[in-house]
């Protein structure tokens, strides 16, 4: 009986000496990453679109990117940007907004959204609390 209380006894010992090193060993918890809801705005020639570049058109993109600078400076806009190819689907923002009514507010804000040149087709979208992009809006063109 002895023999085996002393193995059982250094069998404690020994796991409470290795035990630390064993714990340091192990992966630590992988960071919880806190989700919000975003809103995705996909951007869709609208009805009163044209090929035409005029002066009234230039203007409406002026009036479009400085309500994008605006948005992006307010926190509202996360990203913003055209798509390459030459299609219906135009570009996209991604919005920072309280609820999906503020998400359509804010897409009417937009010259271009209320002219009819751009319709907006928003989307809720789960993504990590706090991205951002590092450009800063006075970058925009």
């Known amino acids: 009986m002895k023999i085996r209380s002393a193995a059982v006894l250094s069998a404690t010992l020994l796991l409470d ?15 919880q990453v806190k989700m919000r809801v975003y809103y995705l705005v996909l951007l869709y020639r609208g009805a009163s679109w044209t090929p035409e570049e005029t002066p009234a058109t230039r203007q ?19 990203l913003a940007g055209p798509f390459e190819e030459d299609t ?6 991604l919005l920072k907004a309280a609820s999906l009514q503020e998400a359509k507010e804010l897409c009417q804000s937009d010259p ?7 319709r ?3 989307h ?17 063109p």
């Open 60 to 78: 409406l993109q002026e009036d479009h990117m400085a309500n994008i600078r605006r948005l992006a400076k307010e926190g509202k806009l996360i």
């Open 17 to 31: 000496l290795i035990a630390p090193a064993l714990s340091l060993a192990e992966e630590p918890p992988a960071p």
């Open 88 to 93: 219906d689907l135009r570009g996209l923002f």
């Open 112 to 118: 271009a959204i209320k002219a009819g040149r751009l």
């Open 124 to 140: 809720s979208w789960w993504g990590p609390e706090g991205i951002r992009v590092e450009d800063s809006p006075k970058s925009l």
């Open 120 to 122: 907006a087709e928003i």
